[in-house]
């Protein structure tokens, strides 16, 4: 079993930043990938950024340019820096990891509770 720990998020003015972070706990697991991912009302979770054990990134064309996902591998936590946020960007977002069960190397998607992003004015 492992549990995401978000934190972070709030309410922002257009062209401000935030930092999101969610830290990943538990025992015998690898990760495959973590990330987040963001819902906003009447819309379907979407991809924002994605970083993989190796370090690779991956960012959806909304955000690129502005936001820069880091991990730490030594604290199992990904920082997500936003920044020049925008009021599309306004929505509830969810860290994600892909682990494996370094005993049975099952593979286990996890979510975190969700964290608020409110971008206006």
């Known amino acids: 079993q492992v549990q995401l720990v978000e934190s972070g998020g709030g309410l922002v003015q257009p062209g401000g930043s935030l930092r999101l972070s969610c830290a990943a706990s538990?025992?015998?697991?690898?990760?495959?990938?973590m990330g987040w991912y963001r819902q906003a009302p009447g819309k379907q979770r979407e991809l924002v950024a994605q970083i993989t054990g190796g370090g690779t990134t991956n960012y959806a064309d909304s955000v690129k340019g502005r936001f820069t996902l880091s991990g730490d591998n030594a604290k199992n936590t990904v920082y997500l820096q936003m920044n020049s946020l925008k009021p599309e960007d306004t929505a509830v977002y969810y860290c994600?990891?892909?682990?494996?069960?370094?005993?049975?190397?099952?593979?286990?998607?996890?979510w975190g509770q969700g964290t608020q992003v409110t971008v206006s004015s």
């Open positions: 538990g025992s015998s697991f690898s990760i495959n990938t």
């Open positions: 994600n990891a892909d682990v494996r069960n370094i005993l049975s190397y099952r593979r286990y998607q996890y």
